[in-house]
C-alpha cells in the first residue's frame, strides 16, 4: 500500500456546525485503485466527511485533497458521487437524467445520452430510458442514479450507503459493479453501516464513531484488534483444568467460550490436557469485521462518555 | 474553480431549468396567464355597461306648452355632443292639467312610469321640483337646456359653421401627457412582470431542495454555478414569455384598434429602443430581486416558509415601486434623479424616463450602474446562498467563542 499514490485524503478534518461537532479530527487516506469502506453508526458523521471530501461543504478546520487536489471542484470531473439521500428530478426521462449527471462533470450532453443508453442496455433496462424518474422504483430509480454517477467515466467513485433501500438481488448487482469497478482501476469509497458489505468488499476501513475515525487501515488489521475466539467442550465438568481457562470465560449451552490467551493456542492445550479437561470438541474462530467493528466503535462511544480509561485502550 | 467552469456549469444547470419549464404543457398555462385579467377586465367591463344601460336615469318631465318643449328638446339635442360619452339628461312632456301641484305630486310618485323631477313655469319662471339639489347633475342639464333655449327663442340661431380640422405631430402637450401615461404603464408592466416571475425561481429551488438534487449539483459543480444557472434560466423563461405576450399584444391591438399599433402614441425613444429597453431593464430589475429571492429561498426549506420570509421582500419593493412612480412626469426632479441613482429602483425610473425623454445615453449610463449592482449583490446572495442551502461555508462562531473553545 505504501507504493501506491494516494487517491483521496483527509487530515484532521472537523466540521463545527453551529456549535455542534460533527466531525472532530477525522484523517484517512484512500490508496489509487482500492476499495475502501467508511463505516460508522448512523450519525457517525460518515456523510459530513465525505462531504467534506468532496468539497460540498468547507471542513472547519484540517486539509484534504482528492486525486492530489487540495480544492475538490477542480477535479469534479474525474469523481463520480452517489449521494445518501438520491436525488433526481422526478419528471426527468431516465437517460436524460444519467446524461445529465455527465454533463454536469464535463461530459458534451450529445455522448452522455448515447452512453446513458448503452449503460441502460447493458444494464438490461433500455425500456426504462423514456420513462420519468417518478413512475420508477426506488430501487429503480437508484440504479439510475447509479449509472449517472459512473457515466463519465470517473478514476475516484464516492458512494454513500449505496446498498440502503436495495433489496438483495440489487445489492449483489452492485458489489459486482463496485468489484468491476475497482477491476478498472477506479477507487471506490463507500460508506456503509451494514458490515457485511465492507467484509465482502473492502480491502481497507475506517471506522468512525461520534464525530472521531476509531480506526483506519487494512481489513485484517481491524480484525486484529480482536483476538480468537475459543469454543471448547469437555467431558469433566471440573477439575484443575479450570485454572487454565480465563476469567473471562463464560459456559454457553454447555461449551465455554473465551478469548484465545496471548500466549497462544499451545499452552492451552497443554493445560488443559495434563488438567484433565477431556476434551471433546475445540474450536479458535477468528474474529469478523463485524465483531472487530463492535469492539472499535463501542469502545470509541464509551470513551466519548469518559467511561473507558486510556490504560485499558485496545493497542 | 476558473470562471469558464463556472459558466459552463450555470449553462448546463440553466439548460436543464429552461427544458424543464418551457417544454412542458404547462407552460402554456403560464403564457395564458396575462389573458386572464384581460377577459376579467373585458367581462367586468360588459356587464358593467349593462348595468350602466339598465340602470339609466329617469327623465325629467317637463310640464310646458309644446312650443316651450320643441325649445329645451332642441337645446337638449345641441348641447349633446358636448358632453359625448357622457349622456345628457332626458325629457318628457307632459300638458299643464288644473291642478298643477296634484299633477307634480302625480308624477313624482308614479312608480310606472318614474321620473327624476319636474320642471313647470316655462323658459321664463322656471321651477324644478324633486330630490334634486341645485349642484347635482340634473340640476345642471336643465340650467343648460334653459340658457340655450332661451337664446335659440330670442332669435335665429347663428348660422352652423364648419371648424376646419387639420392635423399636427406637434403636439407636446397632449402626447407628453400620453407618454407620462406610457411611462406608468411600462413602469408598471416591469413591476408586476418581476414581482411574479422572481417569485418563480423560488418554487424551482424548493423544488430541488425537497427532491434532493442539490446535493448532486454541489458535488459536481460549484454553488455560485449553480446560483447562475437557475437565475438565468428563469430569466431565459421570463424572457421567453414576455416576448410571446409583447408579439401576442401587439397582434391584438392591431387586430382590434383602429390604426392598429401605429396609432398608439410613441414613447419618445421610439417603439423599438423602448421595448428593448423593457427587456433589459427587467433583465436587471429581475436579476436585482430574483438574486435577492434566491438568497432567501436558500434559508426556507418549505413554500410556507419562502411565503413568509418573501413578504418582507415583496413589502419593500412595493416602497421601491412607489417611489420610482413619483419619479414620472419629472425626470430631472430631485426625486427622479434619486429614483434613477438608488440601484433597485433604477430599473422602474429608467423606463419611465424612456417613455418621456428621447435621449439614450442615460439608459447607457443606467445600466452600466445596473450592472454593477447586479455583480454586486450577486456576489452576495450567492455567499448567503451557499452558506444556507449546504450549511456550508466556516463555522460562524465569532473570534471570541473559538478562542475559548
Not at chain 1, 152 to 181: M, S, T, Y
Not at chain 2, 198 to 224: F, H, T
Not at chain 2, 231 to 256: E, H, K, N, R, Y
Request: aromatic share 6%; with cysteine.
Amino acid at each position: 500500500m505504501g507504493e501506491r499514490a494516494i487517491a483521496a485524503e483527509a487530515r484532521d478534518l472537523t466540521k463545527d456546525f453551529d456549535g455542534k461537532m460533527a466531525v472532530d479530527g477525522v484523517s484517512l487516506s484512500v490508496p489509487e485503485g482500492s476499495i475502501t469502506g467508511i463505516l460508522g453508526p448512523n450519525g457517525a458523521g460518515k456523510t459530513t466527511t465525505i462531504r467534506m471530501l468532496l468539497g460540498i461543504i468547507d471542513p472547519t478546520s484540517g486539509t484534504r485533497s482528492l486525486l492530489g487536489h487540495d480544492r475538490p471542484l477542480e477535479v469534479a470531473r474525474a469523481v463520480g458521487y452517489l449521494p445518501e439521500e438520491r436525488g433526481l428530478y422526478p419528471s426527468m426521462p431516465a437517460a436524460e437524467a444519467i446524461a445529465f449527471m455527465g454533463a454536469l462533470r464535463g461530459l458534451p450532453i450529445r455522448e452522455g445520452r448515447r452512453r446513458a443508453l448503452q449503460l441502460l442496455q447493458d444494464a438490461g433496462h433500455e425500456d426504462w430510458a423514456k420513462k420519468p424518474i417518478r413512475t420508477l422504483s426506488k430501487g429503480m430509480a437508484q440504479t439510475v442514479q447509479l449509472l449517472g454517477t459512473i457515466i463519465h467515466e470517473p478514476k475516484l467513485i464516492v458512494l454513500d450507503e449505496p446498498f440502503a433501500g436495495l433489496d438483495a438481488l440489487n445489492q449483489q448487482k452492485l458489489e459486482q459493479l463496485i468489484r468491476d469497478q475497482s477491476a478498472a482501476g477506479v477507487t471506490v469509497i463507500f460508506s456503509t453501516h451494514v458490515i457485511a458489505h465492507a467484509e465482502r468488499l473492502c480491502e481497507r476501513i475506517a471506522i468512525i464513531a461520534e464525530g472521531r475515525a476509531v480506526f483506519e487501515g487494512d481489513v485484517d488489521e481491524a480484525r486484529g484488534k480482536l483476538r480468537p475466539i475459543v469454543h471448547l467442550r469437555t467431558r469433566s465438568e471440573s477439575g484443575p483444568w479450570q485454572s487454565a481457562l480465563p476469567q473471562s470465560a463464560k459456559k454457553v449451552g454447555g461449551e465455554w467460550r473465551f478469548e484465545l490467551p496471548a500466549s497462544g493456542p499451545e499452552p492451552l492445550l497443554k493445560a488443559l490436557i495434563d488438567g484433565g479437561a477431556g476434551i471433546e470438541t475445540l474450536s479458535i474462530e477468528r474474529p469478523g469485521l463485524h465483531d472487530a467493528f463492535i469492539a472499535i466503535a463501542g469502545e470509541a462511544a464509551a470513551r466519548e462518555m469518559g467511561h473507558v480509561p486510556a490504560s485499558e485502550e485496545v493497542a | 474553480m476558473k470562471l469558464p467552469e463556472t459558466f459552463r456549469a450555470a449553462f448546463v444547470i440553466a439548460r436543464r431549468d429552461f427544458t424543464a419549464t418551457v417544454f412542458r404543457k404547462t407552460f402554456f398555462l403560464f403564457l395564458l396567464g396575462p389573458l386572464f385579467p384581460l377577459l376579467i377586465g373585458v367581462g367586468m367591463f360588459g356587464i358593467g355597461a349593462q348595468v350602466d344601460r339598465n340602470a339609466k336615469p329617469p327623465p325629467v318631465a317637463v310640464i310646458s306648452s309644446q312650443q316651450d318643449f320643441e325649445l329645451l328638446s332642441a337645446a337638449r339635442e345641441q348641447l349633446a355632443p358636448a358632453a359625448d360619452p357622457l349622456p345628457m339628461v332626458e325629457l318628457r312632456h307632459v300638458i299643464p292639467e288644473a291642478d298643477l301641484a296634484a299633477q307634480k305630486d302625480e308624477l313624482l310618485s308614479s312608480a310606472d312610469e318614474p321620473v327624476m323631477a319636474v320642471l313647470d313655469g316655462g323658459l321664463t319662471a322656471p321651477h324644478l321640483t324633486g330630490t334634486v339639489t341645485s349642484k347635482d347633475r340634473t340640476a345642471r342639464h336643465i340650467r343648460l337646456y334653459i340658457d340655450e333655449a332661451r337664446r335659440m327663442a330670442a332669435g335665429p340661431p347663428l348660422k352652423a359653421v364648419k371648424v376646419q380640422i387639420t392635423q399636427s405631430k406637434k403636439m407636446a402637450g397632449p402626447q407628453a401627457a400620453r407618454r407620462v401615461q406610457t411611462g406608468r404603464s411600462g413602469q408598471a408592466l416591469l413591476f408586476v412582470l418581476t414581482i411574479l416571475l422572481a417569485g418563480m425561481v423560488l418554487s424551482q429551488l424548493i423544488e430541488e431542495k425537497s427532491s434532493k438534487v442539490i446535493e448532486v449539483l454541489a458535488a459536481a459543480v460549484p454553488v455560485d454555478a449553480i446560483f447562475l444557472g437557475k437565475l438565468f434560466a428563469m430569466l431565459a423563461t421570463s424572457l421567453t414569455g414576455i416576448a410571446v405576450w409583447t408579439v401576442a399584444g401587439a397582434f391584438a391591438i392591431d387586430s382590434f384598434k383602429a390604426g392598429g399599433v401605429s396609432s398608439l402614441t410613441a414613447p419618445a425613444v421610439g417603439w423599438p429602443a423602448f421595448i428593448a429597453l423593457i427587456f433589459v431593464y427587467f433583465s436587471m430589475s429581475y436579476l436585482l430581486i430574483g438574486a435577492t429571492f434566491l438568497g432567501i429561498g436558500a434559508h426556507a426549506s418549505t413554500a410556507r416558509e419562502v411565503q413568509i420570509l418573501s413578504m418582507p421582500v415583496t413589502m419593500g419593493q412595493l416602497v421601491l415601486f412607489g417611489f420610482a412612480s413619483l419619479a414620472v412626469g419629472q425626470p430631472y426632479s430631485t426625486v427622479g434623479i434619486a429614483a434613477a441613482v438608488f440601484p433597485l429602483s433604477s430599473p422602474f425610473a429608467m423606463i419611465a424616463r424612456a417613455a418621456e425623454q428621447p435621449a439614450l445615453w442615460p439608459h447607457l449610463l443606467a445600466l452600466i450602474w445596473q450592472g454593477l449592482w447586479v455583480a454586486l449583490i450577486l456576489k452576495m446572495a450567492s455567499a448567503v446562498f451557499r452558506r444556507s442551502v449546504l450549511k456550508s461555508g466556516k463555522s460562524r462562531r465569532r473570534w471570541w467563542q473559538r478562542k475559548a473553545a
